[in-house]
């Protein structure tokens, strides 16, 4: 997580004006801004959506202009609008706690804050995503293998030792359950593009190949 955080973090502190929240939001192209004490401790987020929510009742009051708008935007505070019980991560938190918290709390971005409560970062859903394709060395020069194997313990190490005798490395594996009871199926990127010996090799050692348009998870 704090490998892939976001360090220079844009705040607003609660006292700050809708206005100069929403100009902050464009400036850096965000979505959404920690709302910070004096001292950095978080105390809410305000988003672009909020702005959106707390501006578009006034507007439906007959006469409401664009003038009016920035009026109201201008002169509204940000603790009247921000969400105060923020979910947050901390700097010993995983990547993986960073996507469980996103997902399931269908959320864009994710103050990190250290054992004070102050913001030390934020991560987002694009922080993630480019971490795993990073991880997955998408990118790379390289060519993908998925193949079926008996889910029992030796059977990465003897798919890695076939793919290892072709002096070709793996640049990433995942290995995940498979629609057929009492296997898994192990997705391999490894560095070349001669990938035919690799595949025959693996299925003459007796694992299949996955089709992709066969894998389909209940």
Do not use: C, W, Y
């Amino acid at each position: 997580m704090a490998r892939r955080m976001k360090k220079n973090i844009v705040t607003v502190t609660p006292s700050a004006s809708l206005f100069e929240a929403h100009a902050r939001m464009r400036e850096h192209t965000v979505r959404q801004i920690p709302v910070v004490s004096g001292d950095g401790v978080l105390v809410g987020i305000v988003s672009d959506r909020d702005i959106r929510a707390a501006v578009l009742p006034a507007g439906l009051v007959p006469g409401f202009t664009a003038e009016a708008a920035e009026k109201f935007m201008k002169s509204t505070p940000v603790e009247r609008v921000m969400t105060r019980k923020v979910v947050t991560a901390t700097l010993t938190d995983t990547l993986e706690d960073a996507i469980v918290l996103l997902h399931d709390f269908r959320m864009n971005a994710l103050p990190v804050v250290d054992a004070a409560g102050k913001v030390v970062g934020i991560i987002t859903r694009t922080d993630v995503l480019e971490a795993f394709i990073d991880a997955l060395g998408v990118g790379e020069v390289s060519s993908r293998l998925e193949v079926v194997v008996p889910d029992r313990p030796g059977t990465l190490a003897q798919l890695a030792a076939i793919i290892g005798s072709f002096h070709v490395n793996i640049t990433s594996v995942l290995s995940t359950r498979h629609v057929e009871a009492g296997k898994r199926a192990n997705f391999f990127r490894v560095a070349t593009l001669n990938i035919g010996p690799i595949r025959k090799a693996i299925e003459e050692a007796g694992f299949k190949i996955l089709d992709p348009s066969q894998f389909l998870l209940p």
